[in-house]
């Protein structure tokens, strides 16, 4: 019994172990193997066969290498022009490239102004099925990288595409607007309005009173009399400007108590934080 439990355990390690191999040879990785030159030395066509190595894993989701990585693994005296018509040579190619699809390159200084045209020969090494791709015109070596980019699609177009990141959409999240309301200093301020304003009133009222009282009877108007009318309307007048003041600052304070909604943007998963304000 348990000779079988250890024969069961094993064949599920086993399993186990191989998954991630089947996932990995499933993944296409592509070597740019460059052939014929015309006019370009060897230095230039392994930056061209990198840069496109480079292009091609930018835009699809898979493995590409170039450039010296690939030469150092061919043979010294490079591969032979037939090669990409003759099996053993691909399979040789493939094998020592790591690669399961091959992309033979042959690259032309058309000697116009540094113009470059790219022909490239698509090939499946398992199956031996080959397939041409549309040439790339390369105005200037400065624009290279950029013609590769937008070439990459062409010269594999059964290859999955890499996924963007998201640049649009929704980045964060709009807060809720506050309407206008009477906070607590507003409502403190108002109460001052208030009272300032009817202690105005009051003492106006006083100072008028006594006013007309001395008016009429200007004999009886003592000096006595005249300052009191004097101090009720120097608090009168205080009181209106303490209430006219308190008024001020009250409709101030409503004004401002309510908030616009505004994006808030939520922190990066790098873990930066980025607040973003606007109106709406």
């Known amino acids: 019994m348990n000779l ?3 024969a069961f355990l094993a064949a ?3 399993t186990t172990v191989a998954m991630p191999q089947l996932a ?3 993944r296409i990785k ?3 193997v460059p052939g014929i030159a015309v006019n370009l030395d060897a230095a230039r066509v392994d930056a061209l066969s990198q840069d496109l190595a480079d292009a091609l894993q930018t ?3 898979i493995d590409a290498t170039g450039g010296l990585e690939v030469r150092r693994q061919l043979p010294p005296d490079g591969i032979p ?3 990409v018509a003759t099996p053993a040579c691909i399979a040789d190619v493939a094998q020592r490239v790591g690669a399961n699809q091959l992309l033979f390159v042959v690259m032309v200084d058309t000697g116009t102004g540094g113009a470059i045209q790219i022909d490239s020969t698509w090939i499946e090494a398992a199956t031996g099925k080959t397939a041409s791709r549309p040439a790339i015109d390369i105005a200037s070596l400065a624009d290279a990288k950029s013609r590769f980019l937008t070439a990459a699609r062409q010269l594999l177009p059964d290859a999955p595409v890499r996924p963007k990141p998201k640049t649009g959409g929704s980045i964060g999240t709009m807060s809720p607007e506050i ?3 009477f906070t607590t200093p507003a409502k403190i301020t108002a109460g001052v309005a208030v009272v300032g304003v009817g202690l105005g009133i009051a003492f106006g009222i006083k100072a008028r009173s006594k006013y007309n009282a001395c008016d009429e009877d200007r004999a009886a108007c003592s000096s006595s009399d005249r300052d009191t009318i ?3 309307g120097l608090i009168a007048d205080a009181g209106y400007l303490i209430g006219l003041g308190a008024a001020a600052a009250t409709t101030v304070l409503y004004v401002t108590s309510g908030k616009e909604s505004h994006l808030v943007v939520e922190p990066s998963p790098q873990g930066v934080t980025v607040m973003a304000f606007g109106r709406f």
């Open 4 to 6: 079988v439990n250890h």
């Open 12 to 14: 599920v390690i086993a």
């Open 24 to 26: 990995s040879a499933d």
């Open 30 to 32: 592509v070597a740019i």
């Open 59 to 61: 835009e699809l989701d």
């Open 81 to 83: 022009p037939d090669c």
């Open 179 to 181: 309407p206008r309301h």
């Open 230 to 232: 004097r101090n009720f």
